[in-house]
């Protein structure tokens, strides 16, 4: 387990954790911008356990709420 850890880091740069959540992060922009979903909806529907912790990591990314940049960036 430690060996993939590292090799992944090495490889990527960051940490496999970190990894998952830039992914996790980079599609709910891309949710967000459809407009179509609730923040909750896109928390779940990109893996996170809850709205509350997807607005912490989004916010940490992104530097803003993801009700923010919803309102922002949404194309309806």
Do not use: W
């Amino acid at each position: 387990r430690s060996m993939f850890y590292r090799k992944i880091k090495s490889i990527l740069s960051v940490s496999p954790i970190d990894f998952v959540k830039d992914m996790r992060v980079k599609r709910s922009v891309q949710l967000l911008e459809s407009g179509e979903y609730t923040v909750s909806e896109v928390a779940y529907m990109c893996g996170f356990s809850s709205p509350q912790y997807f607005s912490r990591v989004f916010k940490a990314a992104m530097g803003c709420t993801p009700t923010e940049y919803k309102e922002n960036h949404s194309t309806k």
